[in-house]
């Protein structure tokens, strides 16, 4: 099972799911997509496979949105777009694609429902908050 996320190390979530994604067993493809960018059919594409729309994977804090005017919901898709090809931190991460689908996986738990097997147990957040519990069990 290939599994892909597109990944920025310094995102405590995209961290906590990289670590989740290893700690199964799995060695993903690591796309640091701040270095890469992004082009608008790979977007597209993410976003019909994720269910998202631009407006809704526009991350908005921590990012310029607000300061290129992208926040007032009158701005288009198009030109979110544009936005997001030119500056790669305005789309909210980490995204992450499996056999199981694709999906924007926040909180970092999300990402459980792409995975074919739980990680070890116990298992917590880079915050402490627990994830898995000592028998393996899911705790979200």
């Known amino acids: 099972m290939t599994i892909v996320i597109h990944h920025n190390p310094d995102c405590g979530t995209s961290r906590n799911v990289l670590a989740i994604i290893t700690a199964a067993g799995q060695t993903p493809t690591v796309i640091p997509y701040l270095d890469t960018g992004w082009t608008r059919p790979q977007l597209l594409a993410l976003f019909a496979a994720a269910g998202l729309t631009p ?3 526009l991350r908005t804090s921590k990012s310029p949105a607000a300061e290129l005017g992208l926040l007032d919901p ?9 936005a997001m090809i030119q500056h790669p ?3 909210n991460r980490p995204i992450v694609c ?11 738990e999300a990402v459980l429902d792409l ?20 028998e393996g069990n899911r705790l979200d």
Do not use: W
């Open 89 to 91: 931190i305005l789309v």
């Open 115 to 134: 995975l074919d097997r739980l990680p070890p147990g116990p298992m917590t957040k880079e915050d402490g908050t627990p994830l898995i519990d000592a």
């Open 98 to 108: 499996s056999p199981k689908g694709v999906r924007l996986c926040r909180p970092s």
């Open 55 to 57: 407006r809704t994977a």
């Open 74 to 82: 009158a701005v288009g898709d198009d030109a979110l777009l544009d």
